[in-house]
Every structure is written in C-alpha cells, then in structure tokens.
C-alpha cells in the first residue's frame, strides 16, 4: 500500500461554518458535487451517490473540521485570512484494490468538485444548479479544440463556444483541467479536462462539466454540446460506476 498520498487544497471565501454545512448538508452538496445523472431502476444516481460517498461509513468531526470518508480520503476545513481552506488527503493507493484502476480519475474528480463548491458558495450561495456531462477518450484535448487559453485565474476572456459567443474569467486552472465561469449560462461554469494517452490511460480521457442558473435552454445546450462532443469522443468513459 502507497502512502504517497495526493493533497488538494482549495479557498473559499466564506466562513468554516458555511463550507463545513456545505459538506454535510444533502441538499447543500448537490449545488457542487459531480453532475445530474440517473441512477439504478432510472433513480437520481447523484442522490445515491451523495448518501454513498458523505453518509455512508463516514466520520464527522464538526469541532476539528475533519470529515473522513469511507474510502480513507480526509477533508480538513480550516479558518485562512480571506475565508477557509479545504485540504483534501487522498487515501493511500491500494486501500481500495477494487477502485485503483480509478485512483488518478478520482483524485481529478476531486479537483473538479471543489472547484465547483468554491464557485457555488462565492457565486451563486444557496441556489440550484442544472448540469450536462459528457466524456470520451482520445488524444485531443478540447481545451485546445475550443480554443481556450490558458491564463491565471481571475482572467477575463472572450470565445466562441460550440455555436455561441461566451465570455467571463477563468475560474481555475490545474495541470489537466480549466475552469471558466459562463455569464450565458446565468453566469454558469464550464470546466473541462483532459488527461492525455500515457502507459497508465492508453486511451486518454476527456471530460466536460457544464452548470447552469436560471431559465437557460439545457436542452438546446445540450443538443449542441452532444453533437459537437461525440463527432470527436465517441467512446464515454468507464467511470467505475
């Protein structure tokens, strides 16, 4: 068993109160984690995946801010200048043998979905979100097929997305992902990522995470997205689900 044991590390400009509530209420964590899907028997596959991943074997610790999950995997929330940090600590490698196929995708996901609690909590607190996901494999990335560039975050930028003019800023970059904020989304965010083919993912894995707010046209969005995403990922990703 590895104990090279990835850290994530993200600020939230808000009070450990209201991050650690976002952490442990059920409705609360739908505003950030993953994505709209269904589940078993056509069931809200989120909702399982919620009470499975934060309810389930889990241990709470409001006083010390530790939340540890049933996989191993430790958050720890804690007042900074500024608002609080959220330190994630992965469980070590091999803890799960049935899930190390998935270990590097799940650390990733992890990036993508504290992002997406920072955004919910800064920019749209207490307010439901709508989501589309598509993912494939492939050695094109579409950061680079959309024609994003990469800048610091807080950058403004202008581009045509899939049809569609789009602005904001950049909400976050990491060294496989970037994170824009959507202001025709009801100020939405788009993060896309791409892990490129490697000994350990031959194929190569894209994804993308598009939030919205408001009275935006998910169907037409997504009819758009869906073209455009499967004439160049055809394949989705086996997500270990």
Do not use: C
């Amino acid at each position: 068993m590895s104990e090279d044991r990835p850290r994530i590390a993200v600020t939230v400009a808000a009070p450990v109160e209201a991050v650690w509530d976002a952490m442990r209420n059920k409705e609360k964590i739908r505003h950030w984690h993953g994505w709209e899907y269904e589940g078993t028997e056509g069931g809200a596959g989120l909702e399982e995946e919620i009470d499975l991943i934060y309810f389930t074997q889990v241990t709470a610790d409001e006083a010390s801010g530790i939340l540890t999950l049933g996989n191993g995997d430790e958050f720890v929330v804690e007042a900074v200048e500024g608002g609080s940090r959220i330190t994630l600590t992965r469980a070590p490698y091999g803890a799960n043998p049935e899930w190390d196929a998935y270990y590097d995708d799940v650390t990733e996901g992890w990036i993508t979905f504290l992002h997406q609690l920072r955004f919910a909590m800064e920019l749209h607190p207490g307010e439901p979100r709508r989501t589309l996901f598509y993912s494939g494999s492939g050695a094109r990335s579409p950061i680079v097929e959309l024609g994003v560039d990469l800048q610091p975050g807080g950058t403004p930028y202008e581009l045509e997305l899939i049809g569609e003019p789009a602005k904001g800023e950049v909400w976050f970059t990491s060294e496989h992902q970037v994170g824009l904020t959507v202001d025709g989304w009801g100020n939405g965010l788009l993060v896309l990522s791409h892990v490129p083919p490697s000994e350990k993912k031959p194929d190569g894995a894209s994804m993308a995470i598009l939030s919205m707010y408001g009275d935006v046209d998910r169907d037409s969005l997504d009819q758009r997205w869906k073209t455009w995403w499967e004439s160049r990922y055809p394949a989705p990703l086996d997500l270990g689900g």
